[in-house]
């Protein structure tokens, strides 16, 4: 494919896949391979398997303006899929759903030397491009993107962005109700280096990761104007009104008639789940899991932590410390 830097910056066509040493790697895209990737890693259906591979420092010669990006930023196991697939509407708005160049920035933010801060305003000016120039695009990250959500929202203090989050009870009962969910743990813990966990319980991992998260995301309320919190119960629960609000906070369009998005596991189309399913696997996870619940909070006590996130999209700002 001979592709120019003009064009390559110009259309959503030309996604960036991934960073690879002082390479920025492209694949084929159209607005329906958007739509069929659930996400945009090593899971994504590009058009061909045809790369194209750019000089990074050819892409970060001059001057690159970043549009206005919408960002949902979650804390993993909430929703945050279902919130953005609702979002995603072939004719109307672009979604993005974990991009990795983003995840790979976020677990290379300790290294944020000027190539660093050049490659992250290049994810975003590319991840902000648009096929309908009167909407904007939507970009959900993952946990590792968290960790540069401010970097991120400086490039743009007034892009509208959702933190969807758990209070702890729940985040555990999520997180830890399998082998897998608890190998992620240790696993993301250990990859984004999260202070004082080496060695330590998995229950306390999860309450590390969660900690810090909270923290990140009072610290963005605080910051940033065009920032709400959103209760991920208060999606799951009553999905209608928080898609719609969501919609309008971010001036886009969601399916607010989903039913199939309702009904399904937002991650595995075709997969029946539905919000009842998602109770029964919590009241499962809490049977199996008070010990360790009582083992987080105990690693939570004497920690700074914010009673509340603030301004929430719908609903209330529940305690934290939820019982």
């Not at 003009?6 to 259309?11: K, T, V």
């Not at 290294?111 to 009167?134: K, T």
Request: with cysteine.
């Amino acid at each position: 494919m001979d592709l120019t830097i003009e064009r390559l910056f110009a259309s959503p066509d030309h996604y960036l896949f991934a960073f690879e040493g002082d390479r920025a790697i492209f694949r084929t895209m159209d607005r329906d391979a958007y739509h069929r990737s659930i996400f945009l890693d090593r899971r994504i259906a590009a058009l061909t398997d045809e790369e194209v591979r750019v000089p990074v420092a050819a892409l970060t010669a001059g001057d690159i303006a970043v549009p206005r990006i919408a960002w949902i930023f979650h804390v993993a196991h909430c929703g945050s899929t279902l919130l953005a697939r609702a979002l995603d509407r072939p004719d109307r708005n672009l979604v993005l759903r974990e991009p990795r160049p983003l995840r790979q920035l976020g677990l290379t933010r300790v290294a944020a030397d000027g190539d660093w801060r050049a490659r992250l305003r290049l994810a975003a000016a590319l991840a902000g491009r648009r096929y309908r120039p009167n909407l904007p695009t939507i970009v959900k990250g993952n946990v590792p993107v968290n960790f540069i959500a401010a970097d991120l929202l400086g490039l743009d203090p007034g892009a509208p962005a959702i933190l969807l989050y758990f209070p702890l009870r729940a985040y555990l009962l999520a997180v830890l109700r399998s082998p897998a969910h608890r190998q992620w743990v240790v696993n993301v813990t250990t990859q984004l280096g999260i202070a004082g966990v080496s060695g330590v319980d998995v229950a306390e991992r999860a309450a590390a990761l969660w900690l810090t998260q909270m923290r990140l995301y009072a610290e963005l309320l605080a910051e940033y104007p065009s920032v709400r919190s959103l209760h991920a119960d208060e999606l799951l629960d009553a999905p209608r009104p928080a898609l719609a609000a969501a919609a309008a906070h971010f001036g886009a369009d969601a399916d607010l008639d989903a039913d199939e998005l309702l009904t399904t596991y937002s991650k595995v189309p075709g997969q029946a789940f539905d919000n009842e399913a998602r109770l029964r696997l919590r009241a499962e996870a809490a049977a199996m899991l008070g010990p360790e619940i009582a083992c987080a909070r105990r690693w939570l006590e004497g920690r700074p932590l914010p009673p509340r996130l603030e301004r929430p999209l719908v609903g209330a700002s529940p305690p934290l410390l939820d019982d």
